[in-house]
Every structure is written in structure tokens, then in C-alpha cells.
């Protein structure tokens, strides 16, 4: 036998030694737990203990390329943006009952589109009260302060973006006889929009889009066998403008609902998830805008390939509000799918692919927004995490002028406690 069949032999011996407990190891996944999820205590920060509760402080500082800042299909602008992201949470660690608090903020300079600098915030609680075992009544609220993307359809077209903020308290309870539960909760979603100045001085009015709208969900459930269940969802909603007639003189009130049918379920915590398939309406209270309705289906499936690597996908059915005259509203249509895999133990890579389809009720508009990304996360050690982002989205649009792409590129370093 030869020294070079000998190296090859020991190499062989020595890949073959450290595969082996990677793949013993990745045979056996978690029950219900992602790869990206996954506990990893040697990395994971530890954060402050203060009373009663665990504090996690974090921040984020991000370098990003944008190569169509304005989303626009002709005459793109590119930018060079940094972004400072720092964030808080509470959380409680009693044995029954839950609390806890979160904050955070994104500050962005632009390094030449300075009118599209902004600062977006959000605060937000939320709590459980255990009565039982299998009761509880839960209660919540976030603020959020953000911008309007520029590649939305309803964006003002402003020298700066649409700044606006979303207000959203929530009730909820829940209860488990034996083999059947219900779940209940209510929410408010208050929007409230700033005007914005166009070029050239005029104003863009916003004030005819701050609206809330009121959802009322119901859910039963019935576990056929353990980790299989029916259950059947009721949601019921209305949406209330605050001015009575937007400036196309046209009322946007809505009531609407949907009624959905599905199964819940998780086979050995390596494929779990929910399907299901209803129907649902918008109606709107001006006879000149047309009811949005249609068959709603959807679900979340997630399968861990092995303890080293996930595949999510999912279908999202919405009917969302719209701005743009004769339109009541389109139906938006999500499809997505991810693939994460730890590459090292302190090595995480990913994939995204969706597409949306946005189709408007009233007028003949349609887009296909496509979306891929990829990104790699570095765990430096427990308080310092590396990572580097792509994203590209793609509209196509039935309407001239409306279509755009755009790549984002964005290099991030993190520190926790």
C-alpha cells in the first residue's frame, strides 16, 4: 500500500470520525423546535436578571446598499444607508401568570438621500393572567411609529416618506375542556397618517386614511388524537375612517368576515403545522366600490429536515385597504418558502423565496411582487453576532410605470447582553 492511499485512508478516517457525531446528532431533531430556534448555550446571551424578570438589551448597526431607493422603474436612485437599531426586553420568569415589556427604535441616515433619513420607534406590553391550568385571559398593546414603504402603491409620492403610526391594543381568552378548547380575542388597529409635501409645495393630504379597524376572532378546537386537532375560526371586522368621504368624496367603511375550517398538526415535532380553507367578504358602505370576497385558504408547514436544517412554507390570504381611486381594496395572495441550515455550530445560512399577488377590486390592476434573499449569521461568541443579508424584490405590474426592482445588500453586527 502507498503513502498516498495511506494519506487518503487517514484523511477518510478522520472526516468520516467528525461526521459521525454530526449525524447521529442531526437524525434526532428537537420536538417543535427550529434549527434557527434551537438553544445553543454556549452562545446564547444570558441577559440581566432584575427581580422577577429577564432583561435582554440589544443593539444592531447596520450597513445596507439599496440600488433603487424610490422603487421606481426608470430613472433609479441608489444609496448608502446606516442604521443603528437599539432594543429592550422584559420578561417575566414567574411560574404562573406572564408579563412583559418591549422597546426598540431604528435610526437611519442616508448618506445622500437625506430626506429619506427617519427615526421609527415601537413600544409595547402584554400579559397572561392563569386562572387554571387551562384557562387564562391575556390582554396586550403595541405602538409602532414607521414610515410608508416607497414601493407601496398607496405612497404619496412625497419629498419625504408617509410617516405614520399604528396604535393596537388586544383582549384575549382561552380554555381547555379535555379534548375541546376555545380561543377568543378582540383587537383595535388605530392608523393615523401624516400629510406630506410634494415638490413643487403642494400637500399631500393623508388625514382621509386614518381609520381603525376592529377584528373580533373565534376559534374552536377539538384534538381528535394528541398532536392532531380540527378547528374551526370566525373572524368578524370593521373598518371606520375617520373622515366620512376620502378626497375623492368616495366612503371607505367596511364590514367584513371569514369563516375558515382546518387541522392542526405536528408528527413528531419534525413536521408540524396548520392548513386550512373558508371563505371570506369585505363589503364597503359606498354603492360605487365593489365587495372584495373569494375562497380563503392558507397554513404554516415546517419540517426539520434534520436537527441541522429547516424548511418552512407558508399561504396567506388577506384583503387589504387601498387608496387609489375606484379601487375598494384588493386581495392580496402571500406564498413563501425558507430553507435555514447550520452550516458550522456557530455558522447559520439561509434562503427566501415568495411571491405576492395583489389583485384589486374595482379597477383592472394586478401585481406579482417576487422576492428572493439569502443571508449567512455569524455567532462570534454569546454577545457578538455577524451577519450579511441579499434581498431582491421584483413588481409586475398590469399597470404602465408600476413595475420596479430593486437589490439590498446589508452588512449587520450585533451585540446583546
Same mark, same amino acid.
Given at each position: 500500500m502507498g503513502m498516498s492511499t495511506i494519506r487518503v485512508l487517514a484523511a477518510g478516517a478522520v472526516v468520516a470520525g467528525c461526521l459521525a457525531p454530526i449525524l447521529s446528532y442531526a437524525q434526532t431533531p428537537e420536538r417543535g423546535v427550529t434549527v434557527t430556534e434551537r438553544q445553543r448555550p454556549?452562545?446564547?446571551?444570558?441577559g440581566v436578571r432584575a427581580g422577577g424578570f429577564l432583561v435582554m438589551p440589544k443593539l444592531k448597526l447596520d450597513g445596507v446598499y439599496d440600488d433603487n431607493v424610490f422603487a421606481t422603474d426608470n430613472n433609479t436612485v441608489d444609496d448608502f444607508i446606516a442604521v443603528i437599531s437599539p432594543s429592550l426586553r422584559a420578561t417575566s420568569d414567574w411560574n404562573t401568570h406572564s408579563l412583559e415589556f418591549h422597546g426598540g427604535a431604528d435610526v437611519a441616515r442616508y448618506m445622500d438621500q437625506t430626506d429619506e433619513d427617519y427615526i421609527?420607534?415601537?413600544?409595547?406590553?402584554?400579559?397572561?393572567?392563569?386562572?387554571r391550568r387551562d384557562t387564562n385571559v391575556s390582554a396586550g398593546v403595541d405602538f409602532v411609529s414607521t414610515t410608508e414603504d416607497r414601493g407601496s402603491p398607496d405612497d404619496a409620492n412625497g419629498i419625504e416618506p408617509t410617516e405614520y403610526t399604528l396604535l393596537t391594543p388586544r383582549i384575549g381568552a382561552f380554555n381547555r375542556w379535555n379534548r375541546v378548547s376555545l380561543d377568543v380575542g378582540a383587537e383595535a388597529q388605530i392608523y393615523d397618517f401624516d400629510d406630506v409635501a410634494r415638490a413643487g409645495g403642494a400637500i399631500a393630504n393623508n388625514d382621509d386614511r386614518d381609520r381603525t379597524r376592529y377584528l373580533l376572532s373565534m376559534q374552536g378546537e377539538y384534538e381528535i388524537v394528541p398532536q392532531y386537532a380540527a378547528f374551526l375560526r370566525v373572524e368578524l371586522n370593521q373598518v371606520d375612517y375617520d373622515s366620512g368621504?376620502?378626497?375623492?368624496?368616495?366612503?371607505?367603511?367596511?364590514?367584513g368576515y371569514e369563516v375558515v375550517a382546518?387541522? $392542526? =398538526?405536528?408528527?413528531?415535532g419534525v413536521l408540524f403545522g396548520d392548513v386550512f380553507a373558508g371563505y371570506r367578504s369585505q363589503s364597503y358602505d359606498d354603492p360605487s366600490l365593489s365587495t372584495v370576497d373569494g375562497i380563503s385558504y392558507g397554513g404554516a408547514l415546517t419540517w426539520n429536515v434534520t436537527e441541522?436544517?429547516?424548511v418552512k412554507g407558508s399561504i396567506a390570504r388577506t384583503v387589504e385597504e387601498s387608496t387609489l381611486q375606484g379601487a375598494s381594496g384588493y386581495l392580496a395572495t402571500a406564498y413563501t418558502a425558507s430553507v435555514d441550515h447550520e452550516l458550522l455550530r456557530n455558522l447559520l445560512v439561509g434562503f427566501r423565496a415568495g411571491l405576492t399577488?395583489?389583485?384589486?377590486?374595482?379597477?383592472?390592476r394586478e401585481d406579482?411582487?417576487?422576492?428572493?434573499g439569502a443571508y449567512g449569521r455569524y455567532l462570534m461568541q454569546r454577545n457578538l453576532y455577524l451577519s450579511l443579508n441579499y434581498n431582491y424584490t421584483n413588481r409586475d405590474s398590469s399597470v404602465s410605470g408600476a413595475d420596479?426592482?430593486?437589490?439590498?445588500?446589508?452588512? $449587520? =453586527?450585533?451585540?446583546?447582553l
Amino acid at each position: 500500500m502507498g503513502m498516498s492511499t495511506i494519506r487518503v485512508l487517514a484523511a477518510g478516517a478522520v472526516v468520516a470520525g467528525c461526521l459521525a457525531p454530526i449525524l447521529s446528532y442531526a437524525q434526532t431533531p428537537e420536538r417543535g423546535v427550529t434549527v434557527t430556534e434551537r438553544q445553543r448555550p454556549d452562545l446564547d446571551p444570558l441577559g440581566v436578571r432584575a427581580g422577577g424578570f429577564l432583561v435582554m438589551p440589544k443593539l444592531k448597526l447596520d450597513g445596507v446598499y439599496d440600488d433603487n431607493v424610490f422603487a421606481t422603474d426608470n430613472n433609479t436612485v441608489d444609496d448608502f444607508i446606516a442604521v443603528i437599531s437599539p432594543s429592550l426586553r422584559a420578561t417575566s420568569d414567574w411560574n404562573t401568570h406572564s408579563l412583559e415589556f418591549h422597546g426598540g427604535a431604528d435610526v437611519a441616515r442616508y448618506m445622500d438621500q437625506t430626506d429619506e433619513d427617519y427615526i421609527h420607534y415601537n413600544l409595547g406590553t402584554s400579559g397572561r393572567l392563569d386562572i387554571r391550568r387551562d384557562t387564562n385571559v391575556s390582554a396586550g398593546v403595541d405602538f409602532v411609529s414607521t414610515t410608508e414603504d416607497r414601493g407601496s402603491p398607496d405612497d404619496a409620492n412625497g419629498i419625504e416618506p408617509t410617516e405614520y403610526t399604528l396604535l393596537t391594543p388586544r383582549i384575549g381568552a382561552f380554555n381547555r375542556w379535555n379534548r375541546v378548547s376555545l380561543d377568543v380575542g378582540a383587537e383595535a388597529q388605530i392608523y393615523d397618517f401624516d400629510d406630506v409635501a410634494r415638490a413643487g409645495g403642494a400637500i399631500a393630504n393623508n388625514d382621509d386614511r386614518d381609520r381603525t379597524r376592529y377584528l373580533l376572532s373565534m376559534q374552536g378546537e377539538y384534538e381528535i388524537v394528541p398532536q392532531y386537532a380540527a378547528f374551526l375560526r370566525v373572524e368578524l371586522n370593521q373598518v371606520d375612517y375617520d373622515s366620512g368621504v376620502d378626497d375623492n368624496g368616495v366612503n371607505r367603511d367596511s364590514d367584513g368576515y371569514e369563516v375558515v375550517a382546518g387541522t $392542526r =398538526v405536528d408528527l413528531t415535532g419534525v413536521l408540524f403545522g396548520d392548513v386550512f380553507a373558508g371563505y371570506r367578504s369585505q363589503s364597503y358602505d359606498d354603492p360605487s366600490l365593489s365587495t372584495v370576497d373569494g375562497i380563503s385558504y392558507g397554513g404554516a408547514l415546517t419540517w426539520n429536515v434534520t436537527e441541522l436544517t429547516t424548511v418552512k412554507g407558508s399561504i396567506a390570504r388577506t384583503v387589504e385597504e387601498s387608496t387609489l381611486q375606484g379601487a375598494s381594496g384588493y386581495l392580496a395572495t402571500a406564498y413563501t418558502a425558507s430553507v435555514d441550515h447550520e452550516l458550522l455550530r456557530n455558522l447559520l445560512v439561509g434562503f427566501r423565496a415568495g411571491l405576492t399577488n395583489n389583485d384589486y377590486e374595482g379597477i383592472s390592476r394586478e401585481d406579482d411582487v417576487y422576492t428572493v434573499g439569502a443571508y449567512g449569521r455569524y455567532l462570534m461568541q454569546r454577545n457578538l453576532y455577524l451577519s450579511l443579508n441579499y434581498n431582491y424584490t421584483n413588481r409586475d405590474s398590469s399597470v404602465s410605470g408600476a413595475d420596479y426592482e430593486k437589490n439590498v445588500i446589508m452588512l $449587520r =453586527v450585533e451585540t446583546q447582553l
